[in-house]
């Protein structure tokens, strides 16, 4: 057991390893791919939210799930502004997903009901990540000009005060893009090294398996603790989300930042750094992303859902139980090889012109943190 231990967690075990091709971060790799197994559980446990555990089990996967992927997003983000000039091209890959994400969904639901359901720059699903992605790498430039002491502090304050702008709703995901902002900042101002130190203290690890079983037990047995679910989705105002109690929102969501940070570190401490057989998955969480979407929307159209709310609730917890090795199977490197493809990044790339950023730049840019 000691020895199975320090292999997930060997204090002295570097960060990054290299292998045959590229350079990878074993540790991000293995965080990115677990925090796609929880989005994926998250996003299926959404249609047997009439079973009571498992609506308090989605409420708290979603108290940490999105936040915490977005703190990795922002991390990863430290070179899109390399050299003073960003990253256009990853950013109108971005962009494309993004539509291609809504284009599918829009096929798919009218193959059922001959119907047209789209809105390009109005989303309250999946795909609000991806056209809030592309908005925060814009916002990087500015984010570099401002210290962290006054930026992070801003941030929060600015995700606590929109609440009450009633009419920053789903339009450019806008609610979305400042309630989750601190997280990418966060993510964005950690330095790999502080990371490293933070990772190193092997004592928080019992502290971090605490934390969470506690918010699971309060979830599960406490009488949902945070029963005011729209608050963690951060989409709507707290007019809509609170009710009457919207006055109160600036703290109810306050309590969701903190709850948010704690359980956040406490995942980001669990996750092993060495390499594991799922590791390389953790390069391929876009893919899972989107086609995980497509194939539980096709579920609820063809009636796959009401089927299994008529069935004992056994099949439910089978039902999450599967979408895990859904995201397993949606990893699939063959998958990958048309991804690449679609996501047109070789194409892009020739799109943008390169002469105005300094060779030693563009060498960085394909390192892959």
Request: proline residues 4%; glycine residues 6%; positive net charge.
């Amino acid at each position: 057991m000691k020895e199975f231990f320090n292999r997930l967690y060997h204090e002295s075990e570097p960060l990054h390893h290299k292998n045959t091709q590229v350079h990878r971060n074993y540790y991000i790799d293995n965080l990115k791919f677990i925090l796609m197994v929880f989005v994926v559980v998250g996003h299926f446990a959404l249609k047997l939210t009439y079973i009571a555990p498992i609506k308090y089990l989605l409420y708290f996967i979603y108290i940490f799930h999105m936040p915490c992927f977005i703190f990795v997003s922002g991390f990863l983000a430290k070179r899109m502004n390399a050299g003073g000039s960003l990253r256009v091209d990853r950013m109108i890959s971005i962009l494309w997903l993004y539509f291609f994400f809504k284009i599918v969904n829009a096929m798919i639901y009218y193959g059922f009901y001959g119907k047209l359901n789209f809105d390009f720059f109005k989303d309250s699903s999946a795909p609000w990540y991806l056209l809030a992605l592309s908005i925060w790498y814009l916002m990087i430039p500015f984010m570099e000009r401002i210290k962290p002491k006054y930026l992070i502090p801003g941030a929060f304050l600015f995700g606590l005060i929109v609440g009450y702008i009633s009419y920053i709703r789903n339009i450019f995901a806008l609610s979305r893009v400042f309630v989750f902002l601190p997280f990418f900042i966060v993510g964005f101002c950690l330095t790999e090294e502080n990371l490293n130190k933070f990772l190193r203290k092997g004592s928080r690890l019992v502290a971090a398996i605490f934390l969470l079983s506690l918010l699971l037990m309060l979830q599960l047995f406490g009488k949902n603790f945070m029963a005011i679910s729209d608050i963690i989705y951060g989409g709507t105002p707290y007019s809509v989300a609170l009710g009457k109690l919207a006055p109160y929102g600036i703290l109810i969501r306050a309590i969701w930042y903190l709850l948010a940070f704690l359980s956040s570190a406490a995942i980001i401490l669990l996750v092993p750094r060495c390499k594991l057989f799922f590791t390389s998955f953790g390069s391929r969480t876009m893919q899972v992303y989107m086609t995980h979407i497509w194939c539980r929307n096709i579920l609820v159209y063809v009636g796959f859902f009401k089927l299994v709310k008529q069935s004992p609730s056994w099949i439910a917890l089978l039902v999450l139980i599967g979408s895990v090795g859904l995201t397993f199977l949606l990893s699939n490197r063959f998958l990958k090889r048309l991804f690449d493809l679609l996501s047109a990044k070789n194409f892009i790339k020739k799109m943008i012109r390169t002469d105005l950023v300094p060779q030693q730049e563009l060498q960085r840019y394909k390192k892959i943190i």
